[in-house]
T-cell receptor
Framework: DTGVSQNPRHKITKRGQNVTFRCDPI?????LYWYRQTLGQGPEFLTY????????KSRLLSDRFSAERPKGSFSTLEIQRTEQGDSAMYLC?????????????FGQGTRLTVV | QKEVEQNSGPLSVPEGAIASLNCTYS??????FFWYRQYSGKSPELIMF????GDKEDGRFTAQLNKASQYVSLLIRDSQPSDSATYLC?????????FGSGTKLNVKP
């Protein structure tokens, strides 16, 4: 068990460019979450997958954001036409869901800077 | 919509003291809470969770839940400089966690 892995760890991009982040969850975990965290704030929910199905998306997830989890394994989060306000830490978490008391394990995050 | 509120701090305590971190929540239906620790630039890591009224102890950490007052706290005994971090309170639902903004703790040697 190598934990949740996210790549890249850091990304600097110019405004208007597209970026894609990858998350590899803990093996066998059926749930995968994406959160966004800005300085001084707690993580904010973006979306989650149960296996390969994307079951909920936050209003924070504008139409410029898209997430996939093909085959229920790794997931990608793409941001199109990036804006400076997209600068944040993007966190991925996974869990082996068994109820509300199920712990979610976080990856190290991808820090996005839009210049 | 769940609201989870935390004082952003920083909370400064001397080494060896008890640090008390507090969290209030708006949804009376919330049944359980998680405490995560986050070092600067790192990802959150679970310290403990609590789902029953009263206290739950794990080593130097004690979580306290008072559902009537909608209040959950984390006590850290014998605080160490390595405890200096941001502590996040989180309320889970069937689909997500709602996080507070976190309280930054500084433990001074």
């Amino acid at each position: 068990d190598t934990g949740v892995s996210q790549n890249p760890r850091h990304k600097i991009t110019k405004r208007g460019q597209n970026v894609t982040f990858r998350c590899d969850p803990i093996s066998e975990h059926n749930r995968l979450y994406w959160y966004r965290q800005t300085l001084g704030q707690g993580p904010e929910f973006l979306t989650y997958f149960q296996n390969e199905a994307q079951l909920e998306k936050s209003r924070l997830l504008s139409d410029r954001f898209s997430a996939e989890r093909p085959k229920g394994s790794f997931s990608t989060l793409e941001i199109q036409r990036t804006e400076q306000g997209d600068s944040a830490m993007y966190l991925c978490a996974s869990s082996l869901w068994s109820g509300e008391n199920t712990e979610a394990f976080f990856g190290q995050g991808t820090r996005l800077t839009v210049v | 919509q769940k609201e989870v509120e935390q004082n952003s701090g920083p909370l400064s305590v001397p080494e060896g003291a008890i640090a008390s971190l507090n969290c209030t929540y708006s949804d009376r239906g919330s049944q359980s809470f998680f405490w995560y620790r986050q070092y600067s630039g790192k990802s959150p890591e679970l310290i403990m969770f609590i789902y029953s009224n009263g206290d739950k102890e794990d080593g130097r950490f004690t979580a306290q839940l008072n559902k009537a007052s909608q209040y959950v706290s984390l006590l850290i005994r014998d605080s160490q400089p390595s405890d200096s971090a941001t502590y996040l309170c989180a309320a889970p639902t069937s689909t997500k966690f709602y996080f507070g903004s976190g309280t930054k703790l500084n433990v001074k040697p």
